[in-house]
């Protein structure tokens, strides 16, 4: 413990041995007769200096002495300093990752404060002492300690390279200039660093400049992001509200229709049991009259029987049914089929005026891609997709490059594989899409296709549950007789387009907004239907191909191959 104590007061009191005439810690120390210590090197150069005057004094008190004193070393002094230099080195740091080691340091590495390219090495604290002390050294070139010095050297004539040729944009070394660079346009370094530090200067203000440019977009992209939280926020609550009362508007309608229908149930109910009744009634007296006529046809008195024939045949006979009528369509078809017109045109109606609403969900995405307008636009976003020839059924085939695919019929001989579908008669894209894409399909003879987008997860075993609309992994449009869309086993039916279906149809998925749209491709671009959900995976394009079908993938402008 005292040891210690002693060890940390020398390594404060370090000062104290410092010779007052080199300013370095003593070497050889002496102590002369007023009590100051000096390296012996020093305070003999000192005396030497005064041997005409024959009167020797301390450099630092200057007390004077006669005759020139004896000097011997301090070996107290001496010892201090030798521990000094030890706690010195133990103190050093030992290098670590991404330092630079001391060259002249056996067993342990310490890390290397100083590089001299002149001795071409590295040096610790405690092996730089000799650059520091020793006059030949002290002329060398230190710099901060680096790991490059070997590229501090020429290749080939292994000098320092401290010299720069503008003719060939080179740093080179002093031989190069009288060879390989002899007449060449040569500099100092220095200056051409003063007049690179310059441009330097520039390029870095440009690029502060850029910084503070790229911060108040970033300041001004964050703050439209806060809006556009607040403002979807806002919509989702008006939008609440407006579901809401159109709920509560239907749900009244819904009551008031199931009066209008039991009122007329009740109408029609009352004069039917009216009917019955009158029926009833009317089928009890002929019965009676018929048994009246019975026991008349029983008489054996001819008188008898004349004289109540004619009254008996007479009242039979003047008995009217026609004022009786039975309506046999009573029925609330009509109902049913006003409630199916509403739904149709309620349907048409919101799938138009949904399009027209603006979207202002993806506020941020519009500003630096605006929404795709023309087909133009929408070619900005085309890829080039090919079918999986791991997921076709076996009942289809493909063409050489994966971009057709057409009903076959017979079993192809593809290999088993657990991506296939082996039920129904679909094929997934290789490549799956985020973001924005676009692709565009020419349907072939048959038209009994479907254009689907699917999650790569959908089950490709089995019949119902694998076929594309048929589950909550895929979305289609089934494009036979009558164009349908169908996700999760609900079935858009009977969807009309404004201009005749051509053969060609475009696949637009903006998977961020949740936004899938198909299209009609002829002389202009025309909206089949479009859905607004939530994809939550990639997408892979998806084809069920019916018996006779076939159909293409198109390329970007050229068209199909």
């Avoid at 007023?34 to 012996?40: L, Q, R």
């Avoid at 010299?163 to 200056?191: N, P």
């Avoid at 009740?266 to 019965?287: G, W």
């Amino acid at each position: 413990m005292y040891r210690t104590m002693a060890e940390a007061s020398i390594s404060v009191d370090q000062d104290q041995f410092c010779c007052p005439v080199c300013l370095d810690l003593l070497k050889n120390p002496v102590t002369v007769p007023c009590g100051h210590s000096f390296c012996m090197d020093c305070i003999k150069g000192c005396w030497d200096q005064e041997d005409q005057s024959g009167v020797y004094s301390c450099p630092q008190c200057r007390e004077t002495f006669t005759p020139r004193p004896v000097l011997r070393r301090s070996y107290f002094i001496a010892e201090m300093l030798e521990k000094l230099k030890k706690i010195d080195l133990q103190a050093a740091s030992p290098a670590g990752p991404g330092d630079v080691e001391c060259d002249f340091c056996t067993g342990r590495k310490l890390r290397a404060v100083k590089s001299c390219l002149t001795c071409l090495a590295s040096f610790c604290e405690a092996h730089l002492k000799p650059h520091q002390e020793v006059p030949a050294l002290k002329n060398h070139k230190l710099v901060k300690a680096s790991k490059q010095l070997q590229e501090k050297i020429c290749s080939q004539h292994d000098k320092l390279i401290e010299i720069y040729c503008r003719t060939d944009h080179s740093c080179i070394c002093y031989l190069c200039t009288m060879h390989e660079h002899k007449g060449h346009d040569i500099v100092e370094a220095e200056v051409v660093r003063a007049q690179k530090e310059s441009v330097l200067r520039a390029v870095q203000r440009k690029l502060q400049q850029r910084v503070q440019e790229k911060e108040q977009k970033l300041q001004e992209l964050k703050q439209a992001v806060n809006i556009l939280k607040c403002s979807a926020q806002a919509a989702v609550e008006h939008s609440e509200k407006i579901f809401t009362e159109l709920i509560h508007s239907i749900e009244k309608k819904r009551s008031e229709v199931t009066k209008l229908i039991r009122a007329q149930e009740k109408t029609e109910l009352r004069e039917a049991e009216e009917l019955l009744e009158k029926l009833e009634q009317q089928i009890s007296d002929l019965k009676r009259r018929n048994d009246e006529l019975n026991q008349l046809s029983q008489t054996e008195d001819h008188i008898s029987f004349l004289q109540s024939f004619q009254s008996s045949c007479v009242s039979a006979e003047a008995e009217n049914l026609s004022s009786i009528t039975i309506n046999h369509q009573l029925s609330f078809d009509g109902v049913r089929k006003s409630l199916s017109d509403l739904k149709e045109q309620l349907e048409h109606f919101c799938n138009r005026e949904f399009i027209r609403i603006p979207p202002q969900a993806a506020a941020v995405q519009v500003v630096l891609h605006p929404e795709p307008k023309t087909r133009g636009d929408f070619l900005r976003y085309f890829c080039q997709l090919h079918l999986d020839p791991n997921t076709v059924n076996p009942k289809l085939i493909l063409s050489e490059s994966n971009r057709e695919v057409r009903w076959r019929g017979g079993d192809e001989q593809y290999s088993d594989h657990p991506e296939r579908f082996d039920s129904v008669f679909q094929v997934l894209s290789k490549e799956s899409v985020c973001g924005r894409a676009y692709w565009e399909v020419e349907l072939g003879d048959g038209w009994g296709v479907s254009l689907s987008v699917s999650y790569k997860g959908i089950r490709r075993k089995g019949d119902i549950e694998s076929l594309f609309g048929r589950n909550d992994q895929s979305w289609s449009l089934q494009c036979s007789s009558a164009l349908s869309f169908c996700h999760n086993n609900i079935k858009t039916e009977a969807i009309k387009t404004p201009d005749p279906l051509s053969s060609r149809i475009g696949v637009y998925v903006d998977h961020s907004a949740g936004t899938l749209s198909f299209y009609n491709i002829s002389h202009t671009m025309t909206l089949i239907h479009t859905v607004q959900t939530t994809f939550t995976q990639p997408l892979h394009a998806g084809f069920w191909v019916g018996s006779g079908s076939s159909l293409q993938l198109c390329d970007s402008v050229v068209g199909c191959r």
